[in-house]
């Protein structure tokens, strides 16, 4: 497989899933994720799927400050139903990265290592930040993604709307994709730090 070489110059995530060293599957339980996994995950490459990595990424920076993440102890509250928007998409990613799944994840072991249950979605949309927890601490913070500073080509539009309607010529393809994933490459390496981008609050 083939990706654009900015994938592996992104941020990576790193994390601990007792689970996994339990089973042998990883040693000490050490899991990296790196941002194509996200995007074999979603099977696509976009400022959601992104920016979902990116929240998850400073959500678990925020809550686990001096150590990896514990994978499978976080919860985690989208604040819109799963069907709305881009909801489900980012919320696939997020599961990637903590374990938290929701009706149809891991059941556990002896009461342990459950992932069911520990992702939610609001009945109707209430608001823009999704919600962390930690499990053993109680610790939260909410996380809001606003990619409305990362530039775009201009040109997108027209060349998005050749494309579907079957008039883009192999010219106007490569175009678009190349400025699809600068955007993407602009977020990942240059914003995936900027406050204005990826708003962290703590929950008090």
């Keep these: 497989m083939s990706y654009p070489d900015f994938y592996e110059q992104a941020p990576v995530v790193r994390t601990r899933d ?4 339990m089973l042998g599957a990883a040693q000490d339980g050490m899991l990296e994720y790196h941002y194509a996994d996200a995007v074999r995950l979603a099977g696509h490459s976009c ?3 992104a920016g979902a990595f990116l929240m998850g990424r400073a959500a678990l920076a925020t809550l686990f400050p001096d150590e990896p993440a514990e994978r499978g102890a976080i919860a985690i509250h989208m604040p ?9 998409v980012t919320a696939q990613v997020l599961t990637l990265l903590t374990g938290a799944a929701s009706d149809n994840g891991f059941h556990g072991i002896q009461g342990r ?3 069911k249950g ?14 962390f927890k ?4 109680g610790a939260g913070v909410t996380v809001s993604l606003d990619v409305s500073s ?3 080509d201009p040109a997108q539009g027209a060349r998005m709307a050749a494309i579907l309607y079957g008039n883009a010529d192999d010219a106007q393809r490569a175009a678009f994709a190349n400025a699809w994933q600068d955007r993407v490459r602009l ?8 406050p204005r981008v990826i708003r962290v609050t703590p929950v008090q």
Excluded: N
């Design 80 to 88: 819109a139903p799963e069907s709305e928007g881009t909801t489900g």
């Design 47 to 49: 400022p959601t799927v």
């Design 134 to 137: 930690r499990l053993d601490t």
């Design 113 to 115: 290592f459950r992932r």
């Design 150 to 152: 990362v530039p775009s």
């Design 187 to 194: 977020l990942l390496l240059e914003f995936a730090d900027d």
């Design 18 to 21: 007792p689970f996994a060293e």
């Design 118 to 131: 520990l992702l939610s979605f609001a009945e109707r949309r209430e608001g823009e930040a999704i919600s």
